[in-house]
């Protein structure tokens, strides 16, 4: 038996990795959570192995890895409850004694609310009309909200999108990953999204477009309420309505903000206008908008995928804090909040199509396929 236990012992001293998974409901160290280690890659994260945490939480893993060596970061991911939890070591960051927070799930969402929605609204001189919206969610509790039978958002369509619709997710200090909607119930053209909403901030990005010829009405139904609804349009185009306040409009990138009284969108458009963003990877300004929308561009540049790990802006104060396709930021809003935008023509494709976005990095699109858990 010491035999044993010395082997362990030194087992766990020249473990490359190693920590503890800590129940952030109960404040205990949590056994018989599922460990797996990655190490990323340009092919994407690359399996290690698997283990248990034992009675006091611990795991270890004994592979001779490195983040930044032969890859990227290094991913741990915990899986609880059914529902995953994800650490990223950066090089140069702690490898030993590292912890895990997870949570018990609930399917009701406790103190897990949506804080803010945005639309973007970009309607084109060719007849079409790209929304990007987004949801943003905090979460104050000690539980992970999981309710896969009616989701943790549900949302409307117009029927001129055709159910065609880019879901996004990014979790608390996660990467965003790509997500399918499920139809809700009966009704068309309404729908479900199947994430957890664990304890902190997630964001749900939505892009979908439809046929739009201004001046028109543009309609938008709101199944999942929020503190906040605004909208945001480029130069040139004006939002009007009974429910719709003018506050304010950007100086960089002229996007006009208003605030919507809801509880659902009903909006009259008028003008034309797209937001262009920089052709180049070092976010120097770009020329005119080919679409003849008379776009604006804007050249921040955002950090790549890696970079975004520690990226953790609040809400209130950005609108999006990466947009999926490039990572490329479009623009500071002077009210706090941040447009992000595909590259090229984000319209072209038509209702919603296949788009750019598919050649997103491989790294996001293959990290949604090796997760295990939920979330």
């Known amino acids: 038996m010491k035999l044993l236990l010395l082997l362990l012992s030194a087992s766990l001293a020249s473990a490359a990795v190693d920590g503890t998974i800590v129940n952030g409901t109960t404040g205990k160290p949590q056994e018989g959570a599922t460990v797996t280690l990655f190490q990323t890659t340009n092919q994407g994260p690359q399996d290690l192995g698997s283990v248990k945490s034992d009675a006091q939480g611990k795991f270890a893993f004994t592979q001779d890895v490195q983040p930044g060596v032969g890859g990227g970061p290094l991913l741990i991911q915990a899986v609880h409850a059914g529902v995953q939890y994800n650490l990223t070591i950066a090089p ?20 897990a609310k949506i804080t803010q929605h945005f639309f973007i609204l970009e309607p084109s001189p060719q007849g079409t009309m790209q929304v990007t919206e987004s949801y943003g969610f905090v979460n104050s509790g000690k539980t992970t909200w999981n309710n ?53 901030e997630t964001r749900v990005d939505l892009a979908w477009s439809m046929p739009f010829n201004s001046p028109g009405v543009f309609e ?133 199509g296949a788009t750019q976005s598919e050649a997103a990095p491989e790294t996001v699109t293959k990290a949604s396929k090796h997760a295990r858990g939920r979330g």
């Open 220 to 352: 938008d139904r709101i199944l999942s309420k929020s503190d906040v609804l605004r909208a945001a349009v480029p130069a040139g185009v004006q939002i009007k309505g009974p429910d719709v306040t003018e506050i304010g409009t950007d100086p960089s990138s002229k996007a006009v903000v208003y605030t919507i009284k809801g509880p659902d969108v009903q909006l009259r458009i008028e003008g034309t206008g797209l937001f262009n963003v920089p052709d180049d990877a070092n976010g120097s300004a770009g020329g005119a908008d080919d679409s003849g929308g008379g776009g604006q561009s804007i050249s921040e540049n955002f950090p790549k995928l890696y970079g975004l790990l520690a990226a953790n802006a609040s809400f209130f104060d950005s609108l999006f804090a990466v947009k999926w396709v490039l990572l490329t930021v479009l623009g500071m809003l002077a009210l706090g909040f941040t447009l992000l935008y595909r590259k090229g023509d984000p319209i072209g494709t038509g209702a919603g």
């Open 92 to 111: 140069g960051s702690p490898m030993q004694g590292v912890t895990i927070p997870v949570y018990e799930a609930t399917k009701t969402p406790g103190e």
């Open 148 to 200: 896969p039978d009616q989701g943790t958002l549900q949302f409307a369509l117009p029927a001129a999108a055709q159910g065609k619709v880019e879901i996004n997710v990014t979790a608390p200090n996660g990467l965003p990953i790509r997500r399918a909607a499920d139809p809700l119930g009966k009704k068309p053209n309404e729908y479900k999204l199947d994430f957890p909403i664990k304890p902190g």
